[in-house]
């Protein structure tokens, strides 16, 4: 390939037996490509402004849920010892808090695990997001079965903030994954004396092209 001719990431041509591109491994150009199709960045300046707003955004999302969790749960009249769970025993603080560190741990997982093509952690955030959903649904789905527990009022609220939870540590942790990932295409970039000059010429394609700096 020419000088003048940029090199696309899907297209480069790999010799056999090599196990880098350009002065890249392989299989770092590929997680970059994959970062690429998925986030969409245009060009490089947008890789940075990207990264820093969803990492702010994450955090922010984050700090949150904390707030919501302390605010929402311990500073409520809630009677901890109702509504234990049958899923390890927790009380109602300690399946709040086992709530947030299951989202963030299987949304983490998720996101690194669609991205590196890897099986255990997909299956590992599969079975973390099961737990943590019947964490959220128990205390409503017990008002209605278990005679002396909670009244369905108190199980709908539980309910809602421990959903509220859930769902916010869920947003934040994929949020700061991406932006975590936008940093590694960075130092990718940079390392390796790449110039990222955007998605391709044409509307229709979304090859990023990346030109070797000499």
């Known amino acids: 390939m020419s000088e003048a001719e940029p090199s696309t990431m899907s ?3 790999v010799a056999a037996g090599s196990d880098s591109v350009s002065g890249a491994s392989v299989s770092d150009y590929e997680f970059a490509e994959r970062i690429i199709r998925r986030l969409k960045p245009r060009n490089l300046q947008e890789v940075f402004d990207k990264a820093a707003s969803t990492s702010r955004l994450g955090g922010m999302l984050i700090t949150l849920m904390v707030a919501v969790w302390w605010l929402g749960i ?5 009677n901890m010892s109702e509504g234990i769970s ?10 709040a808090f086992a709530v947030m560190i299951l989202s963030l741990l299987s949304a983490i997982l998720t996101e690194f695990s669609r991205d590196m093509g890897k099986i255990f952690p997909s299956t590992a955030a599969g079975g973390m997001l099961i737990l943590a959903g019947l964490y959220v ?11 002396d527990g909670l009244s369905t009022a108190d199980g709908l609220w539980r309910t809602v903030r421990l959903g509220a939870l859930w769902g916010g540590m869920s947003m934040g942790s994929n949020l700061l994954v991406n932006a975590m990932l936008l940093n590694w295409l960075i130092r990718f970039i940079d390392s390796n004396d790449y110039e990222f000059t955007g998605m391709g010429d044409s509307s229709q394609s979304s090859e990023a092209v990346i030109d070797k700096v000499e």
């Open 11 to 13: 297209t480069i041509p």
């Open 74 to 78: 311990y500073s409520q009249d809630d």
């Open 86 to 95: 049958v899923f390890f025993g927790l009380n109602f603080g300690q399946v």
């Open 137 to 147: 649904v128990e205390p409503l789905i017990g008002s209605f079965f278990v005679t």
